[in-house]
């Protein structure tokens, strides 16, 4: 039942309406994450995690065999994405960044 009214909650302003198989429920953000960086993890999968950062997200890749490729936030500009950084880091591998 929660699924359901989740959908039509989430649904509004969407071109499309979502059905209970868009939505997956975890216990929480570090659940979340285990799933989502095991969902990314294939041979030779990068991923561009922002430093400073999270820890967990790390860890988390390390577990999956994933490649880290780290970018920097720029304190100074509010900590802004440097957006040279990570052109310079995409390749054919990268398969997500997490900020």
């Not at 868009?22 to 989502?36: H, K, L, N, R």
Request: net charge negative; hydrophobic share 40%; glycine share 6%.
């Amino acid at each position: 039942m929660l699924d359901y009214f989740l959908c039509d909650h989430l649904s509004k302003g969407l071109p499309y309406k979502l059905s209970p198989d868009d939505i997956y429920f975890t216990i929480g953000c570090t659940q979340a994450i285990e799933i989502i960086l095991a969902v990314l993890a294939c041979p030779g999968a990068n991923i561009l995690l922002s430093r400073p950062g999270y820890p967990f997200y790390e860890t988390r890749a390390a577990y999956s065999h994933l490649e880290v490729c780290h970018f920097d936030l720029l304190p100074k500009k509010g900590w802004e994405v440097d957006l040279d950084a990570i052109e310079a880091l995409v390749d054919e591998n990268i398969t997500s960044s997490l900020i």
